[in-house]
DNA sequence: ATGAAAGCGCTAACAT
DNA sequence: ATGTTAGCGCTTTCAT
């Protein structure tokens, strides 16, 4: 075996030394530089290129076996024995290869986590909830982000099972009718949505239909009459589509009538402009809201900029609400009205749910819904009327 | 070949159904299942297992080689022999296994990124620049997060290398003093700083001694002559240490006495406490401030809060000073006036330097500093007089 | 308690 | 243009 060992050794430093051919011929295949020799690979003098369990094995006198017991399941080598490995480690400074870990045992330690962008806070707000129960346990994260482009979320997905992670969290743009989770399922690819709320699939989320009617509930109850939603395109976002079911519920049950959603491309730039052009469609009808549902906070930021420019005034001329309860609201003034989902307990309980499922634990289950809370602000106006009955108290 | 994968499969097939003991006498050795065969596993009809390099061959009648040929460089194969293989990969829904790509490679296509936290928009948004310089290099990204805590840091950096990363994107709470750079370096890891103005060091950063100086000096400009500095513990981050000297800098230029920092510990949850503590300090010196540095906006937002909660006026009673530029800032009323820096051209910079360290084209270079801004707002009270001289024009 | 060896999936050198 | 084969680093089975 030290012939062998010295072989590869010089095989490789001589990789290094920019192929001299003589010695290329002296073994066969040489091949490029592996990325496990990356590093180190140009010190020629003394331990050369990066250590494997090989050379900790030949310093230490024993088999890579013994080097792999000491370091997975200690207690099963002699005490002596382990020391010796252990000195080996440590001055070999030998750094186990997940790779080789990886390709040999049964799982990655790897999570894959997908998700539309990490300028909405809500997302990185969940992203703080999986590490937060990933903690202790050694998965690693790798993190894609999709615009809400389904094509791009299309090659994440692929991009990250080829990459073998043990399992998949994701928020899609439309879960609704995506193709994508039940190939997923089919292939028994442990995974949980994040925010999209399809019943029928494991999901983390509030839910979204109830939690808008709340919301205008308030609205409603606060006096107003004429509310109109606003949100991102649609047809691209199931979560939009619930929620303007929502306000649609909430409307009706009032006996008030649901008008079409004022739809703002979210992707386009241009926030502002789009936003103003909404509004003109608004004072060009017949019709004038005294408040806007906006579909998420980060739009009904964007709204409440482009009202003010407008030189509307909020919550005087035009009463907001948003949805997601981001932190910043409450740093507003007014402070922003919101329906407010628990992002990190979403990512939190995602997390958790995808490695019992790892686990074998569960099957992953169903929808989990998780308790949202319609947050008052001062973005509301209360166009207080006596007619309406008792003023309910809203979580703060 | 047939027979040999016939009894590959066998052995995958058997082991999935509970190790049953007379099968598993058959083959040596019987490994438990590996990461590639997980999914499917439990369906004995028709094709069994995920499919390998293998069994495309198999099913396209040549050999491995062929497929990986026409999987990576298609145009060394004959179109007819490619579009059987295609048609094979397809009808298998073949997936090629990173792992054993990696594990033979010279490049793992992973990229590490360690940042503090995402809770702060700021480094959100560096990811973000980072996807963004990523875009279609096909390169994965591997999140840690560190709560600025050096333990951690160190823990996460290792498992980065263990996972073969082909480079590392890191922020450190202090990199000035930190080793782990110097091993880093010496290992031949290339790597790139984020927000770390460490000079020597290969980084992306403002320059935030002169970015806090400047801001400072607008203070100063706008007539403020008792200016505190609030941030973090000092001792934990370079960039809080350096904004100090920054604010040092401004004071003495002015002749004004700078005073020691009023540090808060950051990860304390406790933040309006600790805000409230640290103005109790205040007020009980002889010494009272018209205007608060805050080394960040975060930390901003917060002593906002707490000086609102204890009924001072902002700017009337105080005026505010942010660092970091965060969108959030230019929402609040009144907006928040801040050193601003450009926290996705970071993260771009950052990447695009490290990919040409990683392809070899450089060696990591040193610090480069990105140009900061400072950002007039609401939170700074122009105490207007008029022996200032020009009130110099801010970008906005 | 330890060692020998197979093999995870893939790529590339060499041979044909 | 295609096939054969070694081997990347590791874990685990079986044998000792």
């Known amino acids: 075996m030290k012939c062998c060992l010295a072989a590869r050794k010089t095989r490789v430093v001589y990789a290094t030394l920019r192929h001299a051919d003589a010695v290329m011929k002296t073994s066969y295949p040489l091949p490029r530089i592996p990325v496990c020799k990356r590093f180190h ?18 310093r230490a006198g024993c088999s890579i076996a013994t080097v792999s017991r000491a370091l997975n399941s200690p207690r099963q080598v002699r005490p002596q024995t382990l020391a010796r490995v252990q ?23 790897l999570i894959g986590v997908m998700l539309p962008t990490l300028g909405n ?20 994260l790798v993190l894609v982000t999709t615009r809400y482009d389904p094509e791009r ?32 399922a089919a292939e028994r690819v442990p995974f949980q949505l994040l925010y999209n709320d399809a019943q029928i699939r494991p999901a983390v989320s509030v839910d979204n239909r109830l939690a808008a009617a709340d919301g205008v509930k308030m609205l409603i109850d606060a006096g107003h009459r004429d509310i109109a939603m606003i949100s ?21 049950m009032a006996g008030l009538s649901p008008r079409p959603a004022l739809e703002i491309d979210f992707n386009a730039g241009a926030r502002a402009a789009h936003v103003r052009e909404a509004l003109a469609q608004r004072t060009d009808a017949a019709w004038c809201p005294t408040a806007l549902f906006c579909s998420n906070d980060l739009l009904a930021l964007g ?9 509307l005034r909020i919550p005087d001329d035009m009463s907001i609400l948003g949805f997601d309860g981001l932190a910043f609201g409450e740093l507003l003034s007014p402070t922003l009205a919101t329906v407010s989902q628990p992002s990190v307990d979403i990512g939190r309980h995602a997390a958790l749910r995808l490695l019992d499922q790892i686990a074998g634990r569960t099957d992953g289950g169903r929808a989990l819904i ?27």
């Not at 003394?46 to 094995?57: E, H, K, L």
């Not at 000195?87 to 330690?109: S, W, Y």
């Not at 990459?163 to 190939?183: H, I, K």
């Not at 991102?232 to 009706?252: E, N």
């Open 41 to 58: 690979l140009l010190e020629i003098k003394g331990d050369i290129s990066v250590p494997d369990i090989r050379d900790v094995a030949q």
């Open 87 to 109: 000195a080996a480690v440590a001055e070999l400074k030998f750094r186990p290869n997940a790779i080789g870990r990886q390709l040999r045992g049964e799982r990655t330690g």
């Open 121 to 140: 806070p809500v997302f990185a707000d969940c992203i703080e909830g999986i590490e937060a129960a990933l903690g202790g346990t050694g998965q690693r």
């Open 153 to 184: 979320e299309r090659n994440a997905i692929e991009t990250l099972l080829q990459q073998r992670v043990d399992g998949l969290l994701l928020t899609l743009a439309d879960a609704e009718s995506n193709p994508l989770l039940d190939d997923l």
């Open 232 to 252: 991102g395109a649609l047809h691209a976002s199931d979560r939009a589509k619930r929620r303007y079911l929502g306000y649609c519920d909430a409307m009706t």
């Open 303 to 311: 709204v409440m900029r482009a009202l003010r420019e407008s030189g």
């Open 370 to 396: 998780l308790p949202h809370a319609v947050r008052m602000g001062g973005t509301v106006k209360c166009r207080a009327r006596a007619g309406a009955g008792v003023t309910p108290d809203y979580v703060a």
